[in-house]
């Protein structure tokens, strides 16, 4: 086995993984409906509350004050593939993802100091997700009393919200150089299972069983700070960089506990702190005028998610991610044309994938086993399109946008030894499941996300 297959042969569960890096080191990235048709691509043009969640300098950029609120309308879709049959599901999801403000504060002196400014903004998302994937009648389990059972389905399982707060501060030297600093803090909620169902060979009923340590429960909060800088070079060109801190997260969690020697099944509470990647973003803007703007960012972790280390499972995880995770890189572009009172918009995002090729043991379709190579297990890279349109009434506006986000990547389940040293296999009320191999479904993950948002400035 290499390495990373070695670290999976412990007591970690696949979710674990994927959560460390889709939910606790992804910042809320839902912004109003003008910053989500953008792609996100705002880091050398600000001018309102969403500069907070890519460059703080852009508060500076503001000469009005302004708030808003948008209702966000998510939907999120898997298809697992797996031995020729497939499952869909999808989930959809209304909530208040955004509201953020400006108050700007002009400096009525001789100074070179043109604007102090003032921002806030939060950001909300769900982070439902649901993974089923349809059984194999050949991958077969055979049970010390005699019987045997093949695998019925199996499902990951994941439904809360992550939150964004910020508070920030702008400044404006001279109309051509803008620097800011922000405050972040999180919040988040996650409710975890991994599950099989296996289906009796010799009368057909179905029995249920859960991955050790699973369900498991984790509410969280953290904390990072930001700060930037955009200088103009010309009337139309703009350049800019933002820094923000890893965030550093406590995480209450307690999970549920199969097959102890001394209490059997049972739940146990315990703290977690884990430190997410740094990040540095870069970014270019072209203002041709005031009727087209456009938008680059380049976005590079420089550090790896971290846990601080009370015991085995937090070295494991940070072993894996040390020796196999790669740091985020992101890329996207945002365009804005205007007609008059009319707004006209589009991005393009692409996120890289945060994983090395990793080696792992699987089974085949036909239930035996075989050793490969996956460059897009449990996450892949990202895709987003988006489109939207605004109407401004001069001290009032409107705003819509489309959000089109694609993956694809290879879905690791049932792995679980049981042996003298671990209890990681799967558990019913009865019986268990150890298993020395990953089945391997392909996943394909499709967001359609719909914003509205209604503003005001003053």
Do not use: C
């Amino acid at each position: 086995m290499s390495i990373s297959a070695a670290f999976f042969a412990q007591a970690q569960d696949v979710s674990v993984i994927r959560n460390t890096v889709d939910v606790y080191s992804n910042a809320p990235n839902i912004g109003s409906a003008k910053f989500n048709a953008m792609a996100g691509s705002n880091g050398a043009l600000g001018g309102d509350a969403n500069a907070l969640l890519t460059n703080p300098a852009g508060l500076g950029v503001a000469i009005s004050g302004e708030v808003s609120g948008t209702l966000s309308v998510t939907s999120n879709k898997n298809t697992s593939s797996y031995a020729g049959s497939s499952y869909g599901y999808t989930i959809n999801k209304g909530d208040l993802g955004n509201v953020g403000g400006v108050m700007t504060f002009q400096l009525m002196t001789e100074s070179a100091w043109k604007f102090i400014n003032i921002g806030v903004n939060y950001s909300n998302q769900y982070i439902d997700n649901y993974i089923e994937t349809p059984g194999n009648s050949n991958l077969i389990y055979d049970f010390p009393d005699a019987t045997s059972s093949s695998l019925g389905r199996h499902a990951y399982d994941r439904y809360g919200y992550m939150s964004k707060t910020s508070f920030g501060v702008g400044a404006n030297y001279n109309n051509n150089l803008y620097l800011g600093a922000g405050l972040n803090f999180f919040n988040s909620s996650i409710d975890q299972s991994d599950t099989a169902i296996f289906n009796s060979l010799s009368n057909g009923s179905s029995e249920y069983f859960s991955k050790q340590n699973t369900p498991f429960y984790e509410r969280g909060n953290g904390f990072s700070a930001s700060l930037g800088v955009i200088g103009k070079l010309g009337r139309n060109f703009r350049l800019g960089a933002a820094l923000e801190t890893p965030t550093f997260w406590n995480i209450d969690r307690s999970y549920n506990f199969y097959n102890d020697p001394i209490y059997g099944d049972d739940y146990a509470v315990e703290d977690r702190r884990l430190t997410s990647p740094m990040k540095a973003t870069l970014s270019a803007a072209f203002i041709a005028n005031k009727s087209f703007a456009l938008n680059v960012d380049y976005t590079l972790g420089l550090t790896k998610p971290k846990y601080k280390v009370y015991g085995d499972a937090e070295t494991e995880l940070n072993d894996f991610f040390k020796d196999n995770y790669k740091n985020l890189s992101e890329v996207k572009i945002g365009a804005e044309y205007r007609i008059k009172q009319f707004r006209l918009r589009g991005g393009y995002a692409y996120a890289s994938s945060p994983f090395d090729a990793l080696n792992v043991d699987r089974y085949t379709d036909n239930g035996g086993i075989t050793g490969q190579s996956y460059s897009n297990l449990i996450l892949n890279d990202r895709n987003a399109l988006s489109v939207g349109l605004g109407y401004d009434f001069r001290s009032f506006y409107i705003d819509a946008s489309y959000q089109n986000v694609t993956s694809k990547y290879s879905n690791p389940f049932l792995y679980g030894v049981v042996d003298n040293a671990y209890e990681a296999g799967y558990y019913s009320p009865s019986r268990l499941i150890s298993s020395d191999a990953y089945a391997v479904s392909d996943v394909k993950n499709v967001r359609n996300n719909f914003f509205i948002t209604f503003g005001w400035k003053f």
